[in-house]
């Protein structure tokens, strides 16, 4: 009965003190997608969207960076992660083939509405990808989220922590 007791005994922690509780989070990874705009006429206009990241993760070589990206670019990096990283990948908004046919009552996959929703999926995929320790290690994420073009012919290899 004695070890019943001792088992349900509080566990005594180190307060914590103003430096612990307001001051940086000990590691973060931000990563925002924004401002999309629409570039280009007819058959060769695409919307690309802006990325943010904040991080103080020493695996990544800029701790801020901001580059702009199209859904194919996105298409792309979840293509590589899939091929080179032991990562399960999460779906990626739909391609919302029924909004590119022709004579619709609105802007299709130009519509507001449609590219507000996308842009929140986009950032949820990135943020699940980019949260996991394997995926961080993948030359193509950095790439992706960090240098201003996408090479699509890199070597896929490992980043190795600074």
């Given amino acids: 009965m004695a070890d019943a007791i001792a088992d349900t005994r509080r566990l005594y922690t180190k307060p914590q003190n103003l430096s612990d509780a307001y001051g940086p989070p000990s590691n973060f ?88 929703e996308r842009r929140h999926g986009l950032e949820q995929f990135l943020n699940k990808v980019a949260g996991h320790p394997l995926a961080q290690n993948e030359r193509c994420l950095h790439m992706f989220l960090q240098d201003e073009f996408v090479d699509k012919n890199y070597t896929p290899s490992k980043v190795r922590q600074a």
């Fill in 29 to 116: 990874l931000e990563i925002e997608v924004s401002n999309p705009e629409t570039v280009g006429v007819g058959r060769n206009r695409f919307t690309t969207y802006e990325i943010r990241l904040k991080t103080n993760l020493p695996i990544f070589k800029l701790k801020e960076s901001r580059v702009r990206r199209r859904y194919s670019d996105f298409e792309w990096l979840r293509g590589e992660l899939e091929r080179e990283s032991k990562v399960v990948v999460p779906p990626l908004p739909g391609k919302a083939l029924f909004r590119q046919l022709p004579f619709r009552g609105d802007d299709g996959i130009f519509d507001d509405s449609f590219i507000e």
